[in-house]
């Protein structure tokens, strides 16, 4: 396949980078997961004792974060500036609070930078939340990947469960809901379906479902 953009956005565990990653890896295109780079900003911030409200304190760190990738299974391995995060950033904490960093202007800018610098290189798989309005407008496949709250909390109960996170069904919800409330009202580039976007719903697909849900999609979009 020709070195495309492929844009995938949607609510929290609507099951982005699990598909994101599936396809990179089928089509040989590099994978980008832009939450984890959002994520990455939250946990330099309590590191550095910073507020997660305090804007001027988060966009002060930026100029001196570097925030890198490296393959891995299952998932991607992430870094920040050269120490592995890749658990970290997935702390409650951290997802508590990461809708608040990940509102700012200036997080937005650097990370929207960072992000088009990576795509420029080849093909790309990448997902977040303003993909296809923002980040790749051009994207030749922009997907938007949706589940009910109470599939998407099942889900990531599973993975927490496995992981040996002690969280309920119902605060997981709570914490889907509020997240996605945030991330959809904020000023800049909010949670938003492209226009020009295919909207998936995922209850009840398998992830080999919606893969192969996907991979129509895409073979329409590029008539292949
Ligand atoms: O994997 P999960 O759906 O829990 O979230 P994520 O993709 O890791 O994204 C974490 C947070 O980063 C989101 O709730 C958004 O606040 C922010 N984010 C964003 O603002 N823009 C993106 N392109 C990706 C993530
Ligand atoms: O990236 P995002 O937050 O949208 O979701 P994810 O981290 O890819 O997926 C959240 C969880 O749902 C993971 O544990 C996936 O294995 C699982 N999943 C699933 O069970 N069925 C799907 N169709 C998609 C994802």
Redesign the pocket.
Known sequence: MNPIQIAID?P????????AKILASDLNFVYVDT?AMYRAITLAAFQAGVKPEDEAGVTALLPDLTITFEPGEPVQRVFLDGTEVTEAIRSVEVTANVSAVSAYAAVREAMTALQRDIAAKGGVVM?GRDIGTTVLPNAEVKIF?IASVAERAQ??F??NQAKGMDTTLAELEVAIEKRDYLDSHREISPLKKADDAVELD?TG???D??VAAVKDIIATKTNK
């Open positions: 949607g929290a565990s609507a099951g982005k980078s699990t598909i939450g997902d990947l889900r990531r599973k993975e995922t697909l398998s992830i479902g919606v």
